[in-house]
């Protein structure tokens, strides 16, 4: 499965940042975002950025970055619950609030590929613009259903579903092992 070149990046680091700040539930016990130099190091892998220190950019992008993770989220649910109509309507608004500019760009030895930032009044995350046109990029495909919400119980993180066959159902391993050892451990008293 893939969206296309940077496109792929873009998404994952998305289910990413969407995990780090939305409070909820994840592997079986409750999740909330954390704070301080361990919200900065969580956003930093998340985006797959060198560990952050105070005096990193994007220690100053903090908000914005709470913000923008909390506004694709639904995405992803809708998505999971079958309303692509609706998954639609918010990537749309996310691309009118971010206004994405497509620009070729090079760096780290990689060949030239498009990025897509909108103004920086709009887009002070520097992110907004390419997370709305990868998951615009998504929702226009025939991978649409590749976003998903895990499916096991006391677990609402997101994920993208990369696997040949598009069945993946659960965040990581370990949700789908806790799923299939209850599973097991019922057939057994049954």
């Known amino acids: 499965m893939d969206f296309g070149s940077h496109v792929d990046g873009v998404v994952l680091a998305t289910a990413g940042l969407v995990n780090v700040v939305c409070p909820g539930e994840r592997q079986g016990r409750p999740y909330a975002v954390p704070d301080g130099a361990a919200l900065g190091k969580a956003l930093g892998a998340a985006l797959r950025l060198a560990s952050p220190d105070a005096s990193d950019p994007i220690t100053r992008r903090r908000p914005a970055l709470l913000e923008l993770g909390a506004l694709v989220r639904p995405v992803f649910v809708m998505v999971d619950d079958g309303d692509d109509d609706a998954a639609a309507v918010r990537v749309n608004d996310l691309l009118a609030r971010y206004r994405p500019t497509p620009a070729l760009r090079r760096h780290d030895g990689q060949p030239w590929h498009l990025h897509f930032h909108g103004p920086e009044p709009t887009d002070p995350t520097g992110w907004g613009g390419a997370v709305s046109v990868a998951m615009a990029t998504v ?13 096991a119980p006391s677990c609402d993180r997101v994920f993208v579903d990369v696997s040949r066959n598009g069945t993946k159902r659960f965040c990581t391993e370990a949700c789908q092992s806790r799923v299939k050892a209850a599973a097991h451990r019922a057939r057994q008293r049954g």
């Open 139 to 151: 929702l226009g495909s025939e991978y649409a259903d590749r976003l998903g919400v895990c499916a």
